[in-house]
């Protein structure tokens, strides 16, 4: 099945810095590849996505780039503010969603 | 747009009682719901895959006789934990897909069970 590694695990960065993170996959078939936020003791929420014909998409501050060929997807987040900070998901999709382990991003005021 | 809404949001009960959880897609229909289950700083277990009208997909490991799910209608899965015990206590994470669009799913705030 896909495997979908994700780095770092945390991540704390200075308000106003960028933020960016890593993942990626191993099956090539995978087609739709989506980024969540997850807030303590709340559901995921998505916050942006991108399929396979896409290379690149943006979203006010939140932008994600796609690499069929090397297989990774990145999250980068633009003059981060301190409500960015939460646990940030990757996923892969080939039939069903494979997460990536997650990555903590802090934002010090 | 695309909410979903779980149902209760925490629960306790006694190790060895029934406990049900809903969820619902309140602005959308779903033929197709996702479990998933978290423990703490780990990331999401898909459980099962629940389709309207037929039996739920469940994934190696799952004991389906212990998760029951119910995919009654367009709008609601349920999730029993069936005899419950204190390693069941978890983050139950359910999700939907919009009829139509093949692979986005929308997450519902999840439902914190504690076994005592």
């Known amino acids: 099945g896909e495997n979908v590694e994700q780095h770092p695990s945390t991540l704390s960065v200075q308000e106003g810095d960028s933020a960016v993170i890593k993942c990626t996959y191993s099956d090539s078939a995978s087609n739709y590849f989506p980024w969540y936020k997850q807030e303590l003791g709340k559901g995921p929420q998505l916050i942006i996505d991108i399929r396979s014909n896409v290379g690149e998409k943006k979203d006010q501050r939140i932008a994600v780039t796609l690499n069929k060929t090397a297989k990774h997807f990145s999250l980068h987040i633009t003059e981060t503010q301190p409500e960015d900070s939460a646990v940030y998901f990757c996923a892969a999709n080939f039939n069903k969603f494979y997460f990536g382990s997650g990555t903590k991003l802090n934002v010090k005021p | 747009g695309a909410v979903v809404s779980q149902h209760p949001s925490w629960v306790i009960c006694k190790s060895g009682t029934s406990v049900k959880i809903e969820c619902r897609s309140l602005?959308?229909?779903?033929?197709?719901m996702f479990w998933y289950r978290q423990f703490p700083k780990q990331s999401l277990m898909l459980m099962a895959t629940?389709?309207?009208?037929?039996?739920?997909?469940?994934e190696q490991g799952v004991e389906k006789d212990k998760f029951l799910i119910n995919h009654a209608s367009l709008t609601l899965s349920t999730l029993t934990v069936t005899s419950a015990h204190p390693e069941d206590s978890s983050f139950y994470i359910c999700?939907?897909?919009?009829?139509?669009?093949?692979?986005?799913?929308?997450f519902g705030p999840g439902t914190r069970l504690t076994v005592l």
């Open positions: 602005d959308f229909q779903a033929t197709t």
């Open positions: 999700s939907a897909r919009v009829n139509g669009i093949t692979d986005t799913q929308y």
């Open positions: 629940s389709n309207e009208g037929s039996k739920a997909t469940y």
